[in-house]
C-alpha cells in the first residue's frame, strides 16, 4: 500500500468532510453520561412503556434485591433473539427477580417453556410474584437450588432451544458446558457479563474470583469444537460490559 493510500485510510481522510460526514465534531472519549444519554435517546424511540416490567423492578427494589437486572435493551434483545429462533423452550441460569424471565418466557408460543434456576429462595418468592402479575407464569417454572445440582437434574430430552447464562461468574464454564449439553443443535447460549469493564482481559488489574471465573471460559472456548461464537462489548447506562453468543453445531 503506498503512503497515498494509508493516508486516505487514516481517520479524517474520508473525503472532503472526513469518515463521518459534515457535522461530525472531535470529542473527548465518551463516560458514563454519554452512555445514559444514547441509553435514554434509543430506548425512548425503541421500547414502549411496560407496566409488568416497571412492577417487576420496583417490587424488587421494595424487596431487597440486588440490582443487577438487565438493562430494558438487553431484555428486549433477549426476546428478540428467542423469537427470531423460534423458541419453544428456554433454560435461564439466574432468575433473580424475574425481570429477564418475563422477556424470554414473552418470546415463546402459548405451550413454550421457561425453566428458570434460582439460588435463593427469596429471589424465587420475589421472581414468582413479578412473573404472576406480568402472565406468563403458566410458561415458567422456577428450580430453586444450587444451579450445578438443578441442572443434573432437568431431563435431556426435550432439548432447549436458547439458554441465558446469567448467574455467578466462578461457575460460566461449568454453567456452559452443562447448557450446551441440553441445547439442540443449532440452538443458542447468551452468556452475559463477560467483558467487566475490560478487566477479564487484563489479568494483572483485575485478580477477583469473578473475573477470573470469566477468563477460565473464555480461553476454554478457544478449543471448544462443539459451538461457534462472538463476543460483543456493549456500553449502557450500567457502564461497559458484553455478552458471548454461540450457536451450537
Do not use: C
Not at 440486588?66 to 434483545?77: E, K, N, T, Y
Not at 429462595?121 to 402472565?135: F, M, S
Not at 482481559?201 to 461464537?229: N, Q
Amino acid at each position: 500500500m503506498s503512503e497515498a493510500q494509508v493516508e486516505q485510510h487514516e481517520p479524517g481522510h474520508h473525503g472532503p468532510h472526513g469518515r463521518h460526514g459534515p457535522g461530525r465534531r472531535e470529542r473527548p472519549p465518551t463516560t458514563r453520561v454519554d452512555w445514559e444519554r444514547s441509553d435514554n435517546f434509543h430506548n425512548s424511540h425503541l421500547l414502549r412503556k411496560d407496566e409488568a416490567l416497571d412492577a417487576a423492578i420496583r417490587n424488587s427494589e421494595a424487596n431487597d434485591l440486588p440490582p443487577i437486572s438487565v438493562s430494558p435493551a438487553a431484555g428486549q434483545l433477549l426476546y428478540l433473539l428467542a423469537k427470531s429462533i423460534g423458541a419453544k423452550r428456554v433454560l435461564e441460569i439466574g432468575t433473580l427477580g424475574g425481570y429477564s424471565t418475563i422477556h424470554l418466557a414473552r418470546a415463546l408460543p402459548d405451550d413454550g417453556k421457561v425453566i428458570t434456576l434460582e439460588l435463593s429462595e427469596h429471589h424465587a418468592k420475589v421472581a414468582t410474584e413479578n412473573i404472576t402479575k406480568a402472565g406468563v407464569a403458566s410458561k415458567v417454572d422456577i428450580i430453586v437450588g444450587p444451579a450445578l445440582d438443578s441442572l443434573r437434574k432437568v431431563a435431556s430430552e426435550p432439548k432447549f432451544d436458547f439458554a441465558f447464562i446469567d448467574a455467578d461468574k466462578t461457575n460460566m464454564l461449568n454453567y456452559f458446558i452443562a447448557a450446551k449439553r441440553l441445547l439442540r443443535k443449532g440452538g443458542a447460549i447468551y452468556v452475559d457479563n463477560v467483558i467487566r469493564g475490560g478487566l477479564v482481559a487484563d489479568p494483572a488489574a483485575d485478580t477477583s474470583e469473578f473475573s477470573d471465573g470469566v477468563r477460565k471460559f473464555i480461553l476454554a472456548m478457544k478449543d471448544d469444537e462443539e459451538v461457534e461464537a462472538t463476543t460483543i462489548g456493549t456500553v449502557t447506562g450500567k457502564g461497559y460490559d458484553g455478552f458471548l453468543y454461540a450457536v451450537k453445531k
